[in-house]
């Protein structure tokens, strides 16, 4: 399982390409970054090289439509994921990844019926270019109140969501701090095949009931109370060996400089791997 | 628009071929009756013939899968609808629908990416056989909270549903009750396509405020409240030709013979037909 | 059926600006106009306007994805694609179309599986936008060995391609050219559903046996040999409602001005739709 | 990379019983064996039983459809199809597979439009039950033109293929003899994605050279000149972790027992794993 970076956890950078060279720095072999920033900044032959000398590979860009408002508002962002989805290709990406909220202020039925649409296009769209979509589910109990009427937030929600969705590029982004909120436990992992898994955050989880854990409120792996080493280790046994990316969402930006969060993260990684035995 | 009969409004019919024999005597041109059963008795050809010799077309057969409960369910089901595709579109048959209850006691965003899966699936296989899938919408309002959460009862919401499906077969059974119950108005028939209308249901309501008419207290056509003319005449304007079947639920049976029920159920379709200038 | 126009047939217009004016001016409903440019020209209201004023809704736009070269060539295409179903969209638009030419120098067999997913994802980026795909099967007997094997060229294999592309807002270009090409007859068109039908292409041909019929032969409707009064009547008589689009192609340029070959075309058009009888 | 045994190599088997004894008692670990019949003779827990007692589990089903004829063929078959992936899916099977022959008497271009029509029906009836397709390209040169037209015959297009039939659920069957016959080498299995393979055979070739092997001319593994070591060492490396099943087809049925077959086929296993260092 190759070990990424992406921009949250890294406090106040100044652009794609430090998060690239702070990963390449400290050991990280991926980077969510954007590819069409990338692109634009170096062109496509120059973004690549850049990846290539720090040893680090692209990994997930975010899905750039909103599709949870009004139709306009969707379509208007298909021309810019066809962009997105062209450049991430030429770099070489394979994943695009959004979250899904876990209550919403729709009629929650209908909801699920025109974002299944909505995210099937996307999907359709990214699938022109090999890349995949993963869907995150969120776990943290404060969000499932926080609009009018609930909506999904499991594992096997998410995953009766894909076979809805119906494309086979479709898949998971399995967030530790969401497995934990959710109550995830080995075996909720092991049953997964790997391809089922587009991607992966790692974070860690405070000290509180896991009911009171708020989603911006995480912590670097091997600081918090989540059993990473179990995750890592169940990951790793059913074959994922795709990105393992970390993503700290914090309430106020970290004061440490991007350099020692970056070594932060790296040691962080080493605890975790270390307690999956890897 | 061939009118067309069900066994709903016809009281203690006998069988299968009662029904196509009042239709065939009191002038309508389809019967939505059960293929299966009629091949079966009568071979293909027995059947066809049957049909032939009253004048009338098979009209839609019912989604013989239970979708709502659990997934073994579900699929202990297909075989079952394998046949009745196979045995519909022997006998010309080429609409099979199913109706959409209001609310539900699953997680209604759940209940909807799982019923999206499931109900493409019935869509694939009757699409193999030439079969469109109707969906209906339900509009009594006391259905609305009869289970534990809401779930979709308006036309819109359920186009919205057959666009998640996302086959090329699946449309609407427009309901004059639901039409009505939902507080339908010509407007909402005059933008569909008549594509999209895989089968109609005619029928009245009482004279009861229309939060109150319940499901099963359905009236002949033309003997209640609701505008039939406009109902039929919109339908006629978009350019729809397909059936209009009669459905009548009740509490309890009818008094009268199938033979009078029939009788009343004709002069119900003139007036209503009339009404609508057709 | 109303009534449109192409360039193919006006000689050298200067835009598609001169386009829309000139169908406006002699009666025609409907300018397969480039929404793209006109965009660009005068903005989305502008636009709007521009046709609004000249009493012409926007036609069917051509496919701006190269869909039978190199994969390369393909995907560089979406981007585009995605702007040009936007654009559309935006002015009403609801038809793209494209050919398909009847021979190939691929492995036909592979040609065919790979077109067809190329061609469901164009459909699928259209549909997002509400925005049918066209396919013309193009029937003159020299393209048929052209290339090095034959492919398809009649309507039945094409209605089963789009079967095998599966996407619902798939249908047929049914040009007259090609109907007269590949034999048709009043049956072929009577056996079709209007929503089968996604755009009309008008013109004749010339006294010649049928298999010497050139590509860029075709004449203006009336003039030639194709009996347009039955392609017309037939499309009538099954409810197609869309649009009728003059496309003709010649080996040169004709020597008239735009002007008077929007008046040849007007009285063209005069000819065949009182031939049908409309 | 569990081994199994079909019939083609057992000569003159009596029963599906015992198929499945003779896997167990030669150490096999799957056996293509047919749902249905087992189900029919010993009832779901009974079946189940057999398996158990004898250490197997259930490898692929053939699809029980006809495609490549009719359309009312390819219909009557459905409703089998159904039952078997019904049956497959309650005895824990997973695969269900077919053939492409390398040439057709169909004009090859629409019979692809019209096969990959067909194979997705049947690949969505499969997935309802959790059951993939697996597509076997065939290599043997005389048959590319023992039928009047070329049709397809690599892996490439064959993953060309998948793509165009575009469900989840459907991969390559990768059958050695197709892979030696189509000049197969290392970096083709290499560059496939274990899910991709649905299914596996195992057999071997004679001394000729490669364009005189005859499809029923094949070898027990290990007997001949495929380089086996390779074809099991990437298909390892690579993380497939599914079903080798023995199929050997001949002009004859072998003069041995089954028993003393089963023995020869455990004897070529060991060879061919062993050269693979497995």
Redo the contacts between chains.
């Keep these: 399982m190759r070990r990424g970076l992406s921009k949250a956890g890294l406090g106040r950078l100044e652009n794609e390409e430090q998060l690239i060279e702070l990963a390449g720095a400290y050991g990280f072999e991926a980077a969510d970054a954007d590819a069409v920033t990338l692109i634009e900044r170096h062109g496509v032959n120059g973004a690549k090289e850049l990846l290539t000398r720090n040893g680090v590979e692209l990994g997930a860009i975010g899905l750039p439509v909103e599709w949870r408002q009004d139709e306009q508002t969707f ?2 962002g ?2 810019q ?3 997105s989805a ?1 450049a991430a ?1 030429e770099l070489g990406g394979t994943a695009c990844c959004t979250y899904i909220l876990p209550s ?1 202020d729709w ?8 974002a ?2 909505r995210l ?2 996307c999907a ?2 990214l ?3 090999g890349i995949r979509l993963g869907l995150e589910f969120v776990g943290p109990h404060h969000l499932r109140t926080r609009w009018k009427h ?3 937030w499991t594992m096997d ?1 998410t995953l ?2 894909i ?2 969705i ?3 590029n479709v898949g998971l982004l399995l967030d530790a701090y969401h497995w934990y909120t959710t109550g995830g436990t080995a075996e909720d992992i092991g049953r997964l ?3 089922q898994i587009v991607h992966v955050h790692l974070n860690d989880a405070p000290d509180v009931p896991v009911a009171d854990a708020l989603d911006n409120g995480r912590l670097y792996p091997g600081e918090g109370v989540i059993d990473l080493g179990t995750f890592l280790r169940t990951l790793n046994g059913i ?1 994922y ?1 795709g990105i393992v990316a970390q993503e700290i969402l914090t309430q106020t930006q970290p004061e440490e400089s991007p350099e020692e969060l970056a070594r932060r993260s790296r040691a962080g990684f080493d605890r975790a791997y270390a307690a999956a035995g890897l």
Tied chains: 1, 2, 3, 4.
């Design positions: 379509l208007s298909l021309p994921l066809t962009r062209a290709a919403t009629n929650p039925a209908h909801f699920m019926a025109v299944t649409r099937r296009t359709r769209i699938g022109a270019y609930p909506f999904i929600e009766d969501w076979a809805a119906g494309e086979p095949k790997p391809e074959g060996r």
